[in-house]
């Protein structure tokens, strides 16, 4: 019986941590929601296609918040995204510490087989 509560609870704290991991949904733009629900679609339409292997994930840079979708079957950069949706450029002030300086890496979404290559 020990062993049997042990486990339900291993199994509770995974769910849980998993939850903790992920944004929440009211945090997340517009924008890549629609992103999401395409990739969603394309996913259940195909498993085989390339955003089955995605993910999108938030970082923080100079208290802004920014998207980057990473993918290792994509030959796109990962060049970030502001929480409106405009695509920065790393390689014009002030963005150049953008690699150097980015923190706190949030999973905002990933797809069934994100980093199952």
Avoid at 22 to 39: A, R
Avoid at 76 to 103: A, L
Wanted: hydrophobic share 30%.
């Amino acid at each position: 019986m020990k062993n049997n509560g042990l486990l339900i609870l291993g199994v509770i704290l995974c769910f849980a941590c998993e939850h903790e991991y992920l944004t929440p949904k009211n945090e997340i733009p517009g924008w890549l929601k629609d992103k999401i629900s395409q990739d969603e679609k394309i996913i259940k339409s195909d498993p085989k296609m390339m955003e089955n292997y995605g993910a999108w994930i938030r970082y923080e840079f100079e208290d802004e918040t920014y998207f980057e979708y990473d993918n290792p079957l994509s030959s796109t950069s990962r060049n970030p995204y502001s929480h409106e949706g405009t695509r920065i450029n790393t390689t014009i002030s002030p963005f150049t510490e953008y690699w150097n300086n980015k923190c706190c890496e949030k999973f905002v979404w990933k797809a069934p087989k994100y980093h199952e290559l």
